[in-house]
């Protein structure tokens, strides 16, 4: 381990293992796939360096499930895994959610449908956001767009998996993954020891037994588990983040999360030096969606365009947003392709009105 305040130059998926462990991670299940493999890799030595278990499980799938039994123990685990691998662990992470089970799930998003390609692609976040399995349930989703907010929010993810008490993820690329840049590491304040001390399964010496579950049989019960559900999430929403960039003379917002969005930034400024009014807003809180941030935004009167690298996914959060004043035009990206700043110039003129 670096460190406190220590200055490194490494990759995002570097700077996500390293947030996990100073955040307290004892136990990492993951299986390899392109493009998140320098997780498990540096988990491999340096989780038990530090008193952790690493576990390269025999798939996708097993992984996924012995999240189950260290989060239900009230242990600070995670895993990681690249789109298909993420489809597989779907229905652990759905069990996860009914049973209220706090874990970390990283997910650096590959190309698609299918086996698609290792390179960058956003069309996971449906997915993501809308809960990937079956039932009714979320996911707490962040979305760092630079190597520093990787390694700064894992660490917040496990605090708020905790707090809520359910699974959160973390939703990168390629991009973010494979790029190196500058990380200041930094520790924060010790787990409580006590964490989780009201539900978690620790032996039941000395008071009752304890059962955590996702499924309900008696009459009614599924839907006071739902209701209960839902009162967490609606909790949730007093949790967004965005980065907001140019944004108080833009006649033009763009809405863009992630990498995308940190391109998207470029191409502003290099608008802005040409006198065009754009600015940026990037939602860094997938799930709950900064919604609330949009629509004053649009009660300014600003006009929106969204920028994805898929074929519309955000674009549809955006809309019901902004929807009693407003629309969003979209621009989408196509994956399997690698944009540029250059790339956003034309549909951004082109939603301004050509100025």
Not at 47 to 52: I, M, Q, S, T
Not at 196 to 201: P, T, V
Not at 285 to 298: E, H, I, Q, R, V
């Amino acid at each position: 381990m670096s460190k406190n305040g220590e200055k490194l130059f490494i990759k995002g998926n570097e700077a996500i293992a390293r947030g996990a462990i100073a955040a307290g991670l004892k136990c990492y299940f993951g299986y390899p796939i392109t493009p998140q493999n320098d997780i498990p890799e540096y988990m491999s030595a340096a989780l038990p360096a530090v008193g952790g278990e690493f576990v390269q499980a025999e798939s996708e799938v097993a992984a996924a499930n012995m999240l189950i039994g260290a989060a239900a123990c009230g242990v600070r685990s995670m895993t990681s895994s690249s789109s298909p691998g993420i489809s597989l662990k779907q229905e652990a992470i759905s069990y996860l959610a009914g049973s209220q089970l706090p874990t970390v799930i990283v997910n650096m998003n590959r190309g698609g449908p299918g086996l698609g390609d290792i390179g960058p692609s956003q069309g996971d976040y449906f997915q993501s956001v809308k809960g990937g399995g079956h039932g009714d349930y979320r996911v707490l989703v962040l979305a760092p767009g630079t190597c520093q907010e990787a390694y700064d929010l894992v660490i917040k993810a496990f605090d708020l998996a905790f707090k809520y008490r359910n699974p959160v993820m973390i939703l990168g690329d390629a991009i973010l993954g494979q790029m190196k840049e500058p990380v200041i590491t930094w520790t924060p304040e010790e787990v409580d020891k006590n964490e989780g001390h009201d539900w978690r399964i620790c032996g039941a010496k000395g008071r009752e037994g304890r059962i955590l579950k996702s499924l309900f049989l008696s009459e009614g019960s599924l839907a006071a588990h739902h209701e209960h559900l839902q009162k967490k999430y609606e909790d949730m929403g007093e949790f967004t983040q965005q980065e907001e960039y140019q944004i108080d003379d833009a006649e033009l917002v763009v809405v863009a999360y992630g990498s995308i969005g940190r391109i998207v930034k470029s191409t502003v400024k290099k608008l802005r030096s040409s006198g065009h009014k754009v600015g940026l807003f990037r939602p860094i809180t997938l799930y709950p969606f900064p919604s609330n941030d949009l629509k004053k935004l649009a009660e300014q009167g600003k006009k929106f365009l969204t920028i994805e690298h898929n074929l519309g996914q955000m674009v549809e959060d955006v809309r019901l947003s902004i929807r009693t004043i407003t629309d969003s035009d979209f621009f989408g990206f196509l994956p399997g392709n690698l944009p540029t700043p250059d790339d956003f110039e034309e549909p951004i003129l082109k939603s301004l009105g050509g100025k």
